[in-house]
């Protein structure tokens, strides 16, 4: 499904059907989840896939915050707009949905091209992950 070496390499390795019973589950979830897969219609290949995921905030005057993850262009079409155009279109969604803000976690190597989607350093990111073990 997606080329060897690649951002989408790590999900490759889950068999189709995985992904098809993810995405039925994220469909159950309405206006949750929006997301966004690029076809390179060529060859068939996946090429870029963007996620928005909307929060419903008990606080914020029970307004609607978006997440947007898993931005991802295959190294082979980098440089053609698409990672902006993926962009542009979540920001829009996010607005017409009623998002008060839309926010994100980005390496520093991808703090630039966030700042040119109109996005701003603020505060600090932090995660911990859990063993898959003990999922």
Not at 76 to 98: P, S, T
């Amino acid at each position: 499904m997606f080329p060897n070496k690649s951002r989408f390499a790590s999900s490759s390795s889950h068999p189709i059907i995985r992904f098809q019973l993810r995405f039925q589950e994220m469909k159950q979830c309405h206006d949750t989840y929006y997301n966004i897969v690029v076809e390179d219609l060529a060859s068939g290949k996946i090429v870029g896939a963007a996620s928005l995921i909307v929060e419903r905030k008990i606080v914020r005057n029970l307004g609607k915050c978006g997440h947007i993850e898993d931005v991802v262009i295959d190294d082979g079409i980098r440089g053609k707009n698409l990672g902006k155009r993926m962009m542009d279109q979540l920001l829009h969604v996010a607005a017409e949905i009623g998002c008060y803000k839309v926010i994100l976690d980005c390496s520093d190597k991808n703090v630039a091209f966030y700042e040119k989607c109109g996005f701003h350093r603020k505060e600090v990111q932090m995660a911990k992950y859990i063993p898959m073990s003990k999922l």
